[in-house]
Every structure is written in structure tokens, then in C-alpha cells.
């Protein structure tokens, strides 16, 4: 956050706009071996002040959104991180 508003400050003391110009990079769905489907990305980027913009795109035929973060599920809370990882949660 602290970077963030120096990169703003400097901005402006330079007389630039913090809403430069932005890139995308996207990243296509996958079929895995499986038959299931990986969700796609699409990640918007500021050039000028390096804050990203992720949206995940859904895959097709098994891809899941994960669950928020406290989320509780048979039992189990969802910590973070890797839904399919079982360090990610736990009991309730």
C-alpha cells in the first residue's frame, strides 16, 4: 500500500496520470488429460504504477470457482489457497 501511494505521489509531482496505459495478458483455458477443463485468466496490468487486475474466465465441463476465504464446506473451513490441496482447510 505504501508503494502504491509513492507511485501516485510521484505521479503527480510529474504531472502523469496515475490511469496510464494498462496491458492484458491472457491466458486461455486448458484441457487437461482428464477430460476437465482449467480456467483461463485474463490479467490487466498498469504500466505506470505496476497494479494488476485478475479475472478469472470459467472453464468448461469441471473447472470450479474456489470457494471464498472462511468458506465452510462438509465440515471443513477453506483457509486459502488451493482448494484441492488439503492444507488448505480445516476442520470445523
Known sequence: EQRRQAQQSLLA????????EWGVQVTPAIKNLDGST???????????TGQTE???????????AAPSLGAV???????????????SWERV
Open 38 to 48: 482449467s480456467a483461463g485468466s485474463i490479467v490487466r496490468y498498469n504500466k505506470a
Open 13 to 20: 509531482l510529474q504531472g502523469k496520470s496515475a490511469n496510464g
Open 73 to 87: 464446506q462438509q465440515g471443513y473451513r477453506f483457509k486459502g489457497g488451493d482448494p484441492a490441496n488439503p492444507a
Open 54 to 64: 485478475v479475472v478469472q474466465q470459467p472453464g468448461q465441463g469441471g473447472a470450479k
